[in-house]
């Protein structure tokens, strides 16, 4: 019993270190192909991997609080415990019944944990930063709350691990009719959760000097770093487990290990995929104001999801 205590804890810690890994190769990969977009030739590739270990190397002598120390250590326990509960390759080590509310729960939990710490600090820029992030959280969750109900009740299933399994041999939703046009949606939903512009709004750096982020530094904002390279991760991969079929393409009962290699590989090709279309549009678009953000999730990116959600639920009564 306790050895397979021990094994589980080892399991879920080393699933959070591949995800931290990973999210470092993302940042230095994003800065690397942003640089080339340019025309710029850019900082290393694993350069996401020396800026954490410089800023967790630094002493910290800033603090607003107990509030602002815990802020970071929340936001960074927060994506992880998210991160755990998605099938990655089609392996789930904390996937249950209605999990899919319970992720969307738990994403909402590090940008709380974020305003907390920032609010704390007491500077108006981080203030004007939490503002314009939390509106745009609830801008951009309004689209894709509807078009997740819609796949729940395409597949009858609020389990995303069954989610999956069901896509499972190229069956992806994404060949659907229906969901093509809600990845689209969902895609532009994810622009906004991986802040990337237009969606940039809380940042901004030109404007409010970096927003919730202007107060800290040292390993505070290592952290920060680790949770916005984490969260990376965790919602690349929320895409393509609803629209990619997980990244599954070979049985494991059939093929072993082997297929489980080949499943992580086709999993890290097919995030990295969904976070450079990303990167595309971060690289040639202007950020919007709040106000365009919000007509944009409100006016056209909800309504179309309304509408395929019409669509769907017409679809199953008929």
Same mark, same amino acid.
């Given at each position: 019993?306790?050895?397979?205590?021990?094994?589980?804890?080892? &399991?879920?810690?080393?699933?959070?270190?591949?995800?931290?890994?990973?999210?470092?190769?993302?940042?230095?990969?994003?800065?690397?192909?942003?640089?080339?977009?340019?025309?710029? @030739?850019?900082?290393?590739? !694993?350069?996401?991997?020396?800026?954490?270990?410089?800023?967790?190397?630094?002493?910290?002598?800033?603090?607003?609080?107990?509030?602002?120390?815990?802020?970071?250590?929340?936001?960074?326990?927060?994506?992880?415990?998210?991160?755990?509960?998605?099938?990655?390759?089609?392996?789930?080590?904390?996937?249950?019944?209605?999990?899919?509310?319970?992720?969307?729960?738990?994403?909402?939990?590090?940008?709380?944990?974020?305003?907390?710490?920032?609010?704390?600090?007491?500077?108006?820029?981080?203030?004007?930063?939490?503002?314009?992030?939390?509106?745009?959280?609830?801008?951009?969750?309004?689209?894709?709350?509807? @078009?997740?109900?819609?796949?729940?009740?395409? !597949?009858?299933?609020?389990?995303?691990?069954?989610?999956?399994?069901?896509?499972?041999?190229?069956?992806?939703?994404?060949?659907?009719?229906?969901?093509?046009?809600?990845?689209?949606?969902?895609?532009?939903?994810?622009?906004?959760?991986?802040?990337?512009?237009?969606?940039?709004?809380?940042?901004?750096?030109?404007?409010?000097?970096?927003?919730?982020?202007?107060?800290?530094?040292?390993?505070?904002?290592?952290?920060?770093?680790?949770?916005?390279?984490?969260?990376?991760?965790?919602?690349?991969?929320?895409?393509?487990? &609803? /629209?990619?079929?997980?990244? @599954? @393409?070979?049985?494991?009962?059939?093929?072993?290990?082997?297929? !489980?290699?080949?499943?992580?590989?086709?999993?890290?090709?097919?995030?990295?995929?969904?976070? /450079?279309?990303?990167?595309?549009?971060?690289?040639? /678009?202007?950020?919007?104001?709040?106000?365009?953000?919000?007509?944009?999730?409100?006016?056209?990116?909800?309504?179309?999801?309304?509408?395929?959600?019409?669509?769907?639920?017409?679809?199953?009564?008929?």
């Amino acid at each position: 019993m306790v050895i397979e205590i021990i094994e589980k804890i080892l &399991l879920l810690s080393g699933m959070v270190a591949l995800g931290f890994i990973i999210g470092m190769f993302f940042n230095g990969f994003a800065r690397k192909v942003t640089a080339r977009i340019h025309n710029r @030739v850019g900082p290393p590739i !694993y350069q996401g991997y020396l800026d954490v270990f410089k800023l967790f190397a630094k002493k910290t002598n800033i603090s607003h609080g107990w509030i602002f120390d815990l802020a970071a250590l929340f936001s960074v326990a927060g994506i992880a415990l998210a991160f755990l509960f998605l099938p990655v390759a089609g392996i789930s080590l904390l996937s249950t019944e209605g999990d899919l509310f319970l992720i969307l729960y738990l994403l909402a939990i590090p940008a709380l944990g974020f305003a907390l710490g920032a609010g704390a600090s007491g500077n108006p820029n981080a203030a004007v930063g939490i503002m314009r992030a939390l509106m745009l959280m609830l801008a951009y969750e309004l689209p894709l709350v509807m @078009v997740i109900v819609a796949m729940m009740v395409h !597949y009858n299933t609020t389990s995303l691990a069954t989610l999956v399994q069901m896509q499972s041999n190229f069956k992806w939703a994404l060949f659907v009719p229906q969901f093509f046009i809600g990845a689209i949606i969902v895609d532009m939903a994810l622009q906004g959760m991986l802040m990337e512009k237009p969606f940039d709004i809380a940042i901004a750096p030109h404007e409010i000097a970096s927003g919730p982020m202007v107060e800290f530094g040292g390993k505070h904002l290592g952290a920060l770093m680790l949770y916005k390279m984490m969260a990376i991760v965790v919602e690349t991969t929320l895409f393509v487990d &609803l /629209f990619l079929g997980g990244g @599954v @393409v070979l049985s494991v009962e059939q093929y072993g290990w082997i297929a !489980y290699l080949v499943n992580f590989l086709v999993w890290f090709a097919l995030i990295t995929f969904v976070f /450079f279309l990303a990167l595309l549009i971060n690289a040639v /678009f202007p950020r919007f104001r709040i106000e365009q953000a919000l007509k944009f999730y409100w006016k056209y990116d909800a309504l179309a999801a309304l509408l395929l959600l019409i669509w769907v639920y017409a679809g199953v009564s008929i």
